[in-house]
């Protein structure tokens, strides 16, 4: 499990930053546009990955009071991009060092609507990796939808075949 875990993370980056490079190239008032889509826009859809991923991490270190980054967050898509990337490095970097029986550790935790739920780690880590899978899908509808034509492929298989 441990090695399609690191793979997971691997690609996650990869993938991320194919698209994070694209949007980069964009001009202030492409990247800042308010776009239809479940959040409204670059900024915001990638606002909400890095708020997922802070706030598994932040539960699965079992932590008692769980913050989205977002909350007062006033800086701009570079600022969101570097925390992004950081978080995602920081996952990567957990799996690499944890041993194989530690992604069968089961914690408890609370979702934004205090449910409590009770999940191994490796559930966990695949639904934070499909999740931004998801949400990689959006910015490219979003990109899409700005007029972009020149969008990387970030599929699972391309990033496998360029190893």
Same mark, same amino acid.
């Given at each position: 499990? &441990?090695? *399609?875990? %690191? +793979?997971?993370?691997?690609?996650?980056? @990869?993938? !991320?930053?194919?698209?994070?490079?694209?949007?980069?190239?964009?001009?202030?008032?492409?990247?800042?546009?308010?776009?239809?889509?479940?959040?409204?826009?670059?900024?915001?859809?990638?606002?909400?990955?890095?708020?997922?991923?802070?706030?598994?991490?932040?539960?699965?270190?079992?932590?008692?009071?769980?913050?989205?980054?977002?909350?007062?967050?006033?800086?701009?898509?570079?600022?969101?991009? &570097?925390? *992004?990337? %950081? +978080?995602?490095?920081?996952?990567?970097? @957990?799996? !690499?060092?944890?041993?194989?029986?530690?992604?069968?550790?089961?914690?408890?935790?609370?979702?934004?609507?205090?449910?409590?739920?009770?999940?191994?780690?490796?559930?966990?880590?695949?639904?934070?990796?499909?999740?931004?899978?998801?949400?990689?899908?959006?910015?490219?509808?979003?990109?899409?939808?700005?007029?972009?034509?020149?969008?990387?492929?970030?599929?699972?298989?391309?990033?496998?075949? &360029?190893?």
């Amino acid at each position: 499990m &441990k090695i *399609l875990l %690191s +793979q997971y993370a691997s690609y996650h980056i @990869w993938a !991320n930053q194919l698209l994070i490079d694209r949007i980069q190239k964009l001009p202030a008032e492409l990247k800042n546009k308010v776009v239809l889509s479940s959040f409204s826009g670059l900024e915001k859809t990638l606002l909400h990955m890095w708020d997922a991923e802070s706030m598994w991490w932040q539960r699965m270190k079992l932590q008692e009071q769980v913050t989205r980054p977002s909350d007062g967050f006033s800086g701009d898509i570079e600022n969101i991009i &570097k925390e *992004l990337t %950081s +978080q995602s490095k920081q996952w990567q970097q @957990w799996i !690499n060092i944890s041993q194989e029986h530690i992604m069968d550790h089961e914690f408890i935790y609370s979702n934004t609507k205090k449910e409590r739920f009770k999940q191994t780690i490796y559930q966990m880590l695949l639904h934070l990796f499909n999740h931004g899978t998801y949400h990689r899908g959006q910015l490219v509808t979003i990109l899409r939808q700005l007029g972009v034509t020149d969008i990387p492929a970030t599929d699972f298989i391309v990033w496998s075949r &360029k190893k």
